[in-house]
């Protein structure tokens, strides 16, 4: 099975701050996705990255997927209120018709 | 594009009755998923079909569900008998497989609450 894990589980932090987050694997994704949740609704998703060592960015935030394709980060920088939601990544493998999602990290910015 | 559209938004039944979810998926889109979401145990993937044919159905808790896919714009995820345990917000989502990236498009959501 593949397992994709995300730390932290929760995250708390000021408006203005940075934080990152993290998704592991210890198996090789043909491309990986970001999604943002928000309460009541479906997630929505941010980005994909499908080449090792890439880094996307989107406004105060950026994305990077490993070299091995294994593991991905998302940084926020100075957070805000509205980047608040349950970000989720998920790996998709060449042909494999599904995509394995984490767990997910819950992140509440304060303002 | 409208987008994934789920039907009802929230559903609110006793234990024992049918309970039937509905989804339209993007046009165009070969792939569909029906996942559930708890806090226990997040996102978890039902089944998922491509080209209008089950291709894996090993999430599906038990026998009281089933999923049908009769057409590429329509897909059903059937209930029954409900559970409370059964009381989750299950997703819908769509993807064109093959193009590279499997990315997926979410629907709302269908809220279920069995009493």
């Known amino acids: 099975t593949q397992l994709l894990e995300q730390s932290p589980q929760f995250l708390s932090i000021q408006e203005g701050e940075n934080l990152t987050v993290y998704c592991n694997s210890s198996?090789?994704?043909?491309?990986l996705q970001w999604y943002r949740q928000e309460p009541g609704e479906g997630p929505v998703l941010l980005v994909t990255?499908?080449?090792?060592?890439e880094v996307k960015k989107l406004k105060r935030l950026t994305f990077q997927f490993g070299d091995a394709r294994k593991d991905s980060s998302l940084h926020i920088t100075a957070a805000q209120p509205g980047d608040t939601g349950l970000y989720l990544c998920a790996g998709a493998r060449t042909n494999a018709g599904k995509s394995t999602f984490g767990d997910g990290t819950t992140l509440t910015v304060k303002p | 594009d409208a987008g994934v559209i789920q039907s009802p938004r929230h559903e609110v039944t006793e234990m024992g009755q049918e309970v039937t979810l509905r989804c339209k998926p993007i046009s165009g889109h070969n792939s569909l998923f029906w996942y559930r979401q708890t806090m226990m145990r997040g996102l978890e993937l039902l089944i998922y079909?491509?080209?209008?044919?089950?291709?894996?159905d090993s999430g599906m808790p038990e026998d009281r569900f089933s999923a049908k896919m009769p057409n590429a714009s329509f897909s059903t995820l059937k209930i029954q008998p409900s559970e409370p345990r059964d009381s989750a917000v299950y997703f819908c989502?769509?993807?064109?497989?093959?193009?590279?990236?499997?990315?997926?498009?979410f629907g709302p959501g269908t809220r279920l609450t069995v009493l």
């Open positions: 079909f491509n080209n209008n044919v089950p291709i894996d």
């Open positions: 198996s090789v994704f043909s491309s």
């Open positions: 990255v499908v080449t090792g060592g």
């Open positions: 989502a769509s993807s064109l497989a093959g193009s590279g990236t499997d990315t997926q498009y």
